[in-house]
């Protein structure tokens, strides 16, 4: 026997779908593909009120689903993916309801998420629900924190996150600088750039193309296309290939500047 509780929201479940097939004749990963196609295809609800007819079909049928834990993450995903944020705390909250621990993996999916649709408090709720769940942040949750703010233009936030990873003993990757330099980009703080690019280095890594396109974009953003040109002859210097939005951030900075040359 399991303590599931049914909940309220089983009375908003559509009798058609209830109606439509014997639930005791699909395994559980059958439906969670069934329900993982339904929110790809911008069906939130109609994924949601599948999950909790499946789930709460049969009392056995809940610890089938508890061991789901890469599927359920997969479609924390394809909801965040569509911006449908209140159904990904849905699925959290039915996932604590049928005993499934969240993982790093589970929280770093609903902090990215967030961010991407500059949901910036929620994707600090969800970093906080993680350290208070005893779970230790990876590289992959710092950088989607640090991306939130970078999104939001709110570079000290992101440098103070930045900051954190150190004594938790997280070691940056080069996504951690890119991001970090993007924020610089975003709230027109390039003084920070050359020192982001040196601590780049320290750590033992190569700037990459998407580093000098970040840098390119920062400085024409405040009109220092000189220093933006040489960022280019840089990353021409050692071998990575400008992409067409390197040469159109240039470009938009010419004009911007009055500079047709």
Same mark, same amino acid.
Do not use: W
């Given at each position: 026997n399991t303590d599931t509780q049914w909940p309220n929201d089983l009375s908003r479940?559509?009798?058609?779908?209830?109606?439509?097939?014997?639930?005791?004749?699909?395994?559980?990963?059958?439906?969670?593909?069934?329900?993982?196609?339904? *929110?790809?295809?911008?069906?939130?609800?109609?994924?949601?009120?599948?999950?909790?007819?499946?789930?709460?079909?049969?009392?056995?049928? =809940?610890?089938?689903?508890?061991?789901?834990?890469?599927?359920?993450?997969?479609?924390i995903k394809a909801l965040g993916d569509k911006g449908e944020l209140s159904y990904c705390e849905k699925i959290v909250e039915l996932m604590r309801r049928i005993g499934m621990r969240l993982s790093v993996v589970t929280y770093g999916t609903l902090i990215s998420r967030a961010g991407a649709w500059k949901k910036v408090s929620l994707?600090?709720?969800?970093?906080?629900?993680?350290?208070?769940?005893?779970?230790?942040?990876?590289?992959? =949750?710092?950088?989607s924190l640090i991306n939130t703010y970078a999104k939001a233009g709110d570079y000290p936030q992101a440098m103070s996150t930045f900051l954190r990873m150190k004594p938790a003993n997280i070691r940056p990757t080069i996504v951690t600088f890119n991001t970090l330099?993007?924020?610089? =980009?975003?709230?027109?703080?390039? *003084?920070?750039?050359?020192?982001?690019?040196?601590?780049?280095?320290?750590?033992?890594?190569?700037?990459?193309?998407?580093?000098?396109?970040?840098?390119?974009?920062?400085?024409?953003?405040?009109?220092?296309?000189?220093? *933006?040109?040489?960022?280019?002859?840089?990353?021409?210097?050692?071998?990575?290939?400008?992409?067409?939005?390197?040469?159109?951030?240039?470009l938009h900075g010419c004009g911007a500047c009055g500079d047709i040359q």
């Open positions: 479940v559509s009798k058609k779908l209830m109606n439509k097939r014997s639930q005791s004749q699909l395994n559980a990963t059958k439906i969670m593909q069934e329900v993982q196609l339904l *929110a790809k295809t911008g069906l939130a609800g109609d994924a949601y009120e599948l999950l909790l007819e499946s789930v709460y079909a049969e009392e056995s049928k =809940a610890l089938e689903y508890s061991s789901l834990l890469v599927e359920f993450n997969l479609l994707a600090e709720r969800f970093f906080d629900e993680m350290l208070r769940d005893g779970i230790s942040p990876d590289v992959q =949750a710092y950088n330099i993007d924020a610089c =980009a975003r709230s027109g703080n390039i *003084a920070s750039t050359d020192m982001i690019l040196q601590q780049l280095h320290t750590a033992g890594l190569r700037a990459n193309d998407r580093t000098y396109s970040s840098l390119i974009h920062s400085h024409c953003q405040v009109g220092d296309l000189k220093k *933006a040109f040489e960022y280019l002859q840089n990353m021409c210097d050692k071998g990575l290939i400008p992409s067409e939005i390197t040469y159109s951030t240039l």
